[in-house]
């Protein structure tokens, strides 16, 4: 069974940067496309990027583009999440994905994070 683990949240000024990590085990890391999502209280989870594979561009919700960049590094199972002049706005909670990628950029989604909390200070 896969298992997510976010870790790298914190607390940051407006216009700071986070990177958080997503480790995964329990199945080929390499295999899946991986994913981060927010979700703030009484909203709708949020989609922020996803990527696939080195060889295929990230792909990245519209809030963030161009401030957040998503890479993985295979030889540690692990997916990031460079947050870069971060805004008030970006203050959620941060959950990766894995799936099987269906017709990019959409993924079949089966295993989720716990969730690392972003809070960014105006």
């Known amino acids: 069974q896969v298992h997510l683990e976010e870790s790298g949240g914190g607390w940051v000024q407006t216009g700071g940067s986070l990177r958080l990590s997503c480790a995964l085990s329990?199945?080929?890391?390499?295999?899946?496309?991986m994913a981060w999502w927010r979700q703030t209280p009484g909203k709708n989870r949020e989609f922020v990027a996803v990527?696939?594979?080195?060889?295929?561009?990230?792909h990245y919700g519209v809030a963030v583009n161009g401030r957040f960049t998503i890479s993985r590094d295979n030889s540690k199972n692990t997916a990031y999440l460079q947050m870069n002049n971060l805004k008030p706005e970006d203050t959620s909670l941060y959950f990766c994905?894995?799936?099987?990628?269906?017709?990019?950029?959409?993924?079949?989604?089966?295993?989720w994070g716990q969730g690392t909390q972003v809070t960014v200070s105006s």
């Open positions: 990527i696939s594979d080195s060889t295929t561009a990230p």
């Open positions: 994905a894995a799936g099987a990628l269906t017709t990019w950029p959409l993924v079949d989604y089966d295993s």
């Open positions: 329990g199945g080929t890391f390499s295999e899946y496309a």
